[in-house]
């Protein structure tokens, strides 16, 4: 059992929106504000989406977008393209023993 | 170009050690901290290790503490992870990530192999 919930899945139309939940605790989603979101798609590595809840690497498009509520943090992706289809990853410092915490993952689809 | 490239993954038995290595090019390997990241097949991510740029702060899951030690040697800008006493469970792509839970892990290598069987 992962450590931050994420949904399974979730899916989109190209040109819509979609939002992806992630949910922990006092601990790491809600007590700093150090969450991170990866991509990944099919045989490759993991990349970078957004790091401190909702800063956008160099590169990044604008179409994706990170927030925080309480223990729950989102990634919203705009504008829904073909290519946004992969697995989505949320991470978050954690003030227990160990340092970083991942979500299991939501796996968009794009209908 | 900036990257970092994993090797030294492998078959190993079960109670059998491995060490993996990573080595970085195109940015300055000493300044910045790192981790080992592990993906078991067709499983989600799992964070293994973490190690800051001069070795001071050292951070384990605690499926791995006790028999993964991480290390780096800044002068040969490389990073490792020595696997003792392997388990079934420990079978996945590692994959050597630049960065922090703060700064997010934002240079990634195509990952090495490790399977642990019998």
Redesign the interface.
């Given at each position: 059992q992962s450590a931050l919930t994420q949904p399974a899945s979730v899916s989109g139309s190209p040109g819509q929106s979609i939002t992806i939940s992630c949910t922990g605790t006092s601990s790491d989603v809600g007590g700093h504000n150090y969450v991170s979101w990866y991509q990944q798609h099919p045989g490759k590595a993991p990349k970078l989406m957004i790091f401190d809840v909702s800063k956008r690497p160099s590169g990044v498009s604008n179409r994706f977008s990170g927030s925080k509520s309480g223990n729950t943090a989102s990634l919203t992706i705009s504008g829904l393209l073909a290519e946004d289809e992969a697995d989505y990853y949320c991470s978050s410092y954690t003030s227990s023993s160990t340092l970083v915490v991942f979500g299991g993952g939501t796996r968009l689809t794009v209908l | 170009e900036v990257q970092v490239v994993e090797s030294g993954g492998g078959l190993v038995q079960p109670g059998g050690s491995l060490r993996l290595s990573c080595a970085a090019s195109g940015f300055t390997f000493s300044n910045y901290e790192m981790?080992w990241?592990r993906q078991a097949p067709g499983k989600?991510?799992?964070?293994v290790s973490?190690i800051s740029s001069g070795s001071s702060m050292i951070?384990?899951?605690?499926s791995v503490k006790g028999r993964f030690t991480i290390s780096r040697d800044n002068a040969k800008n490389s990073l490792y992870l020595q696997m003792n006493s392997l388990r079934v469970e420990d079978t996945a792509i590692y994959?050597c990530?630049r960065?922090s839970?703060?700064?997010?892990?934002?240079v990634?290598?195509?990952?090495t192999t490790v399977t642990v069987s019998s």
């Amino acid at each position: 059992q992962s450590a931050l919930t994420q949904p399974a899945s979730v899916s989109g139309s190209p040109g819509q929106s979609i939002t992806i939940s992630c949910t922990g605790t006092s601990s790491d989603v809600g007590g700093h504000n150090y969450v991170s979101w990866y991509q990944q798609h099919p045989g490759k590595a993991p990349k970078l989406m957004i790091f401190d809840v909702s800063k956008r690497p160099s590169g990044v498009s604008n179409r994706f977008s990170g927030s925080k509520s309480g223990n729950t943090a989102s990634l919203t992706i705009s504008g829904l393209l073909a290519e946004d289809e992969a697995d989505y990853y949320c991470s978050s410092y954690t003030s227990s023993s160990t340092l970083v915490v991942f979500g299991g993952g939501t796996r968009l689809t794009v209908l | 170009e900036v990257q970092v490239v994993e090797s030294g993954g492998g078959l190993v038995q079960p109670g059998g050690s491995l060490r993996l290595s990573c080595a970085a090019s195109g940015f300055t390997f000493s300044n910045y901290e790192m981790n080992w990241v592990r993906q078991a097949p067709g499983k989600g991510l799992e964070w293994v290790s973490y190690i800051s740029s001069g070795s001071s702060m050292i951070y384990y899951a605690d499926s791995v503490k006790g028999r993964f030690t991480i290390s780096r040697d800044n002068a040969k800008n490389s990073l490792y992870l020595q696997m003792n006493s392997l388990r079934v469970e420990d079978t996945a792509i590692y994959y050597c990530a630049r960065g922090s839970s703060g700064s997010g892990m934002d240079v990634w290598g195509k990952g090495t192999t490790v399977t642990v069987s019998s």
